[in-house]
């Protein structure tokens, strides 16, 4: 099956500063990987995803960027604030088979002021 | 639209016994999960349905004993519960590749 490693486990950066979460994923037929942005005490929340037909996607301060030959996706945040403040979770799933997502263990992040 | 429910919000049980989580979704979302979370492992898949009637095992299923008998309801039965499934449990619905969790169960197993 599949299986996503997540680097680092933890990461704290100052307030405007950026942010890199990275993921591998082991199963070459996997073509969709969310981003989740947990809280504290909170449900996951999906924040971005990509697609493999797709190198790169951006949303305002967030963006995620695939490399399928590598096998491996990364999160990208800029201009970090406070809010940013959380677990963030990679997950890996066929399309199709969505709700068998594989997910990372996690990255917590801390934005310092 | 309540999206996604689950109660109870915390539960303690002691070993050997018995309970179910529930799970609830007002979506009419074919598709629904149940993920077990604990620290350090991230979440890990217990069982899913693809509609009603129809349930598989995830990664993780030993345990644990699911039913779907409508679109609505997807709920989640610990025959007999040991400190290893003391645990947060996400229920979850998909629609389109978008998963959608509910709150959480947070469970202690004494």
């Known amino acids: 099956g599949e299986n996503v490693e997540q680097h680092p486990s933890t990461l704290s950066v100052q307030e405007g500063d950026s942010a890199v979460i990275k993921c591998t994923y082991s199963d070459s037929a996997s073509n969709y990987f969310p981003w989740y942005k947990q809280e504290l005490g909170k449900r996951p929340q999906l924040i971005i995803d990509?697609?493999?037909?797709?190198g790169e996607k951006k949303d305002q301060r967030i963006a995620v960027t695939l490399n399928k030959t590598a096998k491996h996706f990364s999160l990208h945040i800029t201009e970090t604030q406070p809010e940013d403040s959380a677990v963030y979770f990679c997950?890996?799933?066929?399309?199709?088979?969505?709700?068998?997502?594989?997910f990372g263990t996690g990255t917590q992040l801390k934005v310092e002021l | 639209n309540a999206g996604v429910t689950q109660t109870p919000k915390f539960q303690v049980l002691k070993t050997g016994q018995s309970m179910t989580l529930q799970c609830a979704q007002d979506?009419?979302?074919?598709?629904m999960s149940w993920y077990r979370q604990d620290p350090g492992m991230g979440l890990r898949l217990i069982h899913y349905?693809?509609?009603?009637?129809?349930?598989d095992q995830g990664e993780v299923p030993n345990g644990y004993n699911v039913s779907r008998s409508t679109t609505e309801d997807f709920p989640l039965r610990l025959l007999s519960a040991a400190p290893s499934q003391t645990s947060v449990y996400f229920c979850?619905?998909?629609?389109?590749?978008?998963?959608?969790f509910g709150p959480g169960t947070r469970l202690l197993v004494l």
């Open positions: 349905s693809v509609g009603a009637g129809i349930t």
């Open positions: 990509i697609r493999s037909n797709v």
């Open positions: 979506m009419n979302h074919e598709y």
């Open positions: 997950a890996a799933s066929v399309t199709g088979g969505g709700n068998k997502l594989t």
């Open positions: 979850a619905s998909l629609l389109g590749e978008t998963q959608y």
